[in-house]
Structure formats: structure tokens, C-alpha cells
């Protein structure tokens, strides 16, 4: 598959993603927020068979700053085989989990 189309949220929004074989695509988005700020970001890859999502998100509040990331990929013939939307029609791939982590600097500063 040269092309893989699917659909992605982007800022509470429904965006359709196109990718091509070894293109990589990166957005992110974020702010202010009552509490602090919050970023989000997403690095979809596609080697012509399997797209990868390499994703981080990132605040701080009032308890402090988290950082969470991590990827996740889905094969090109899965991409509208996962979560249903019924209420807009759309299908969004099936992915898988990769390796997830995260970093909580409060409790770092408190010695957990």
C-alpha cells in the first residue's frame, strides 16, 4: 500500500489522516489552561504496511507536572477496524499498544 487514510481526533476535532510510504507526519496542540498548561503531540510513520503513532502528553496542574507518552501501530489493512463512531461514521484503526510510560515530576521531587 502506497497511501494509508484514517481517522484521528485533533483538538476535539474529527480529522482524516493521509500518509505516505515512508512519510512521517507530526502535530501536536496545546495551552493554558485554569490550572496550568497541557500539550498533546502524535508522530504517525507508515513503512508501506504498518502506521505507527509515537504519542506524548505533557501538563502540569495544581499537583504538579506528568508526562506521559508512548506508540501504539496498526497494520494498513486495519485501519478502519477498530473503535466505531456512530454518531459521525467514522472507523479508526485498530491499534495495538507499544511501550507506554510516564514521568511525574512531583513525585520524583518527593522521592518516590
Known sequence: MQ???FWHYHKSGLVKIKIRSGQTLHHSHGG???EGWHRESNAFSF???TVVNDWCKDGADCDGRLTQHGSCHC???RLAAGYDDTENGARFPDW???ETGQRDYAAEAAGY
Open 3 to 5: 497511501t494509508a487514510r
Open 32 to 34: 493554558r489552561t485554569d
Open 96 to 98: 495495538q499498544p507499544g
Open 75 to 77: 497494520p494498513a489493512d
Open 47 to 49: 513503512d508501506g504496511r
